[in-house]
């Protein structure tokens, strides 16, 4: 049973880096799939944010597209977002997931990133 | 960029009942690109639906998906206690992915 848990800072300071990863257990990044991540700011709708395949093919929103990177670390079996030059707006919860072909199969808890001096 | 918009927003019914939840499409794309979810509160969102009317694995079959062209439907037979929550439906067939606004099935 695949599982998929985010790890990181709860708080980032506006314009700087906002860095999560996603450790995958149950299953093994390499043998298929993309993996992705998807935000919610608090009481709002969902946002796919962007993923990545092991090979290190990527997609990404096109509205992120210029301060968004998604990596892979297959020895790991994690992959991780960064985000720069966050603004408030960028406060959500940040979840990772499974990405079946462009659907989230699974997904990981959710972790909150606060932007905030 | 495609805009989903889910009606109602808001729907209160009572255990028992049928639940019928629209996601309506800007413009149209194939069926084969379109998810729905449930979000509990403090929870994670979970895959209900793919391909239109595919269930995901271990899904009770009190929900199905329908629809085509820009019009689709989630339909839940008779609503249990556990399925009053947020759901959200979701295009993939074209970037970039977007998510509707969410309907909240309440307890009337």
């Known amino acids: 049973q695949v599982q998929l848990q985010e790890s990181g800072p709860g708080l980032v300071k506006p314009s700087e880096t906002l860095s999560l990863t996603c450790t995958v257990s149950g299953y093994s990044i390499t043998s298929g799939y993309y993996w992705g991540w998807i935000r919610q700011p608090p009481g709002k709708g969902l946002e796919w944010i962007g993923s990545?395949?092991?090979?290190?093919?990527?997609y990404y929103n096109p509205a992120l597209k210029s301060r968004v990177t998604i990596s892979v670390d297959t020895s790991k079996n994690q992959f991780s977002l960064k985000l720069s030059s966050v603004t408030a707006a960028d406060t959500a919860v940040y979840y990772c997931?499974?990405?079946?072909?462009?659907?989230?199969?699974?997904w990981g808890q959710g972790t909150l990133v606060t932007v905030s001096s | 960029e495609i805009v989903l918009t889910q009606s109602p927003g808001t729907l209160s019914l009572s255990p028992g009942e049928r639940a019928t939840l629209s996601c309506r499409a800007s413009q149209i794309f194939s069926s084969t690109y379109l998810a729905w979810y449930q979000q509990k509160p403090g929870q994670a969102p979970r895959l209900l639906i793919y391909?239109?009317?595919s269930r995901a694995a271990g899904l009770p079959d009190r929900f199905s998906g329908s629809g085509s062209g820009t019009d689709f439907t989630l339909t839940i037979s008779r609503l249990e206690p556990e399925d009053f929550a947020v759901y959200y439906c979701?295009?993939?067939?074209?970037?970039?992915?977007?998510f509707g606004q969410g309907t909240k099935v309440e307890i009337k």
């Open positions: 391909g239109a009317s």
């Open positions: 979701q295009h993939y067939g074209s970037s970039p992915r977007t």
């Open positions: 990545i395949y092991h090979s290190g093919s990527t």
């Open positions: 997931a499974r990405d079946n072909s462009g659907y989230a199969a699974r």
